[in-house]
């Protein structure tokens, strides 16, 4: 699997006619599931809440940055 930041790189250095602020909202995107993924991993169960919870954690700890 590919980081976030590799995805993008890729694209912007192969892809002559590609949309810049689309391929940034994807990659953002698709860091965040990364990270809620690693810390739902780092919680050592495969309970299905502690998705949730790993979200969560997403959020108090990302989305007070952005604002």
Partial sequence: MKTAVEWLAEHLCN???FDY???VEQ???MEKQQIIKAVYDS???NFDPNMGRAE???????KQ???
């Fill in 65 to 67: 940055q952005e604002q």
């Fill in 43 to 45: 919680m050592g169960t």
């Fill in 56 to 62: 969560q954690y997403y959020n108090e700890t990302f």
């Fill in 21 to 23: 602020w689309k391929a």
């Fill in 15 to 17: 892809e002559p006619n």
């Fill in 27 to 29: 990659a953002k995107e």
